[in-house]
Antibody, heavy 122, light 105 residues
Framework: EVHLVESGGGLVQPGGSLRLSCAASGFTFSSFAMYWVRQAPGKGLEWVST????????SYAVSVKGRFTVSRDTSKNTLYLQMKSLRAEDTAVYYC???????????????WGRGTLVTVSP | DIQMTQSPSALSASVGDRVTITCRASQSISRWLAWYQQKPGKAPKLLIYEASTLEGGVPSRFSGSGSGTEFTLTISSLQPDDFATYYCQQYDTYSTFGQGTKVEI
């Protein structure tokens, strides 16, 4: 069965750092582009970052560019999001999501994890 | 950046009603649009991709149409399980979600 399980969320002070992980199973992890999408409390979905199947191409939303770094370890079937210089407005549930894109960087997401909550507060 | 605007932001409907949600893009995105359903506390679920292709396992009462800048999601006969928030997503250039449409009883 296909699964995505996020971890690493928690409470962090403004200016702090956090690394999220997303463990994938049930599919060939290295074949597909992966997304990070976040949802602030009571708000809508916001695309955060994308990484290609090979890991060679990445893209970021303007709101996180220069502060967040997406990566993947195909040997561990795990996706990461390194977040630094965190701000209150980064408080959200962070979802990792699988696309069906083999070559494209931007695509729709056919599988989502349950999310992990990141709270940025003093 | 491409902006996605959904309308309405919320609607009230009854079981059996036909419901239509609109998503407008600030520039043409061809047919690179997906629709998702999200229930409280849950992850989004893919319903439709490429504007009108139904994801496997999704009931046929859901349908999508449109191209260019205007798209619609239609639920032909609303069922109790359909009360949720619906989002559109463009994946033509970068990726952007609409602000969501809450379908309430």
């Amino acid at each position: 069965e296909v699964h995505l399980v996020e971890s690493g969320g928690g409470l962090v002070q403004p200016g702090g750092s956090l690394r999220l992980s997303c463990a994938a199973s049930g599919f060939t992890f290295s074949s597909f582009a992966m997304y990070w999408v976040r949802q602030a409390p009571g708000k809508g979905l916001e695309w955060v970052s994308t990484i290609s199947g090979s890991g060679g191409s990445t893209s970021y939303a303007v709101s996180v560019k220069g502060r967040f770094t997406v990566s993947r370890d195909t040997s561990k079937n795990t996706l990461y999001l390194q977040m630094k210089s965190l701000r209150a407005e980064d408080t959200a549930v962070y979802y990792c999501a699988k696309t069906t894109a083999v070559t494209a960087l931007y695509w729709y997401c056919d599988l989502w994890g349950r999310g992990t909550l990141v709270t940025v507060s003093p | 950046d491409i902006q996605m605007t959904q309308s309405p932001s919320a609607l009230s409907a009854s079981v059996g009603d036909r419901v239509t949600i609109t998503c407008r893009a600030s520039q043409s995105i061809s047919r690179w649009l997906a629709w998702y359903q999200q229930k409280p506390g849950k992850a989004p679920k893919l319903l439709i991709y490429e504007a009108s292709t139904l994801e496997g396992g999704v009931p046929s009462r859901f349908s999508g149409s449109g191209s260019g800048t205007e798209f619609t999601l239609t639920i032909s006969s609303l069922q109790p399980d359909d009360f949720a928030t619906y989002y559109c997503q463009q994946y033509d250039t970068y990726s952007t979600f609409g602000q969501g449409t809450k379908v309430e009883i």
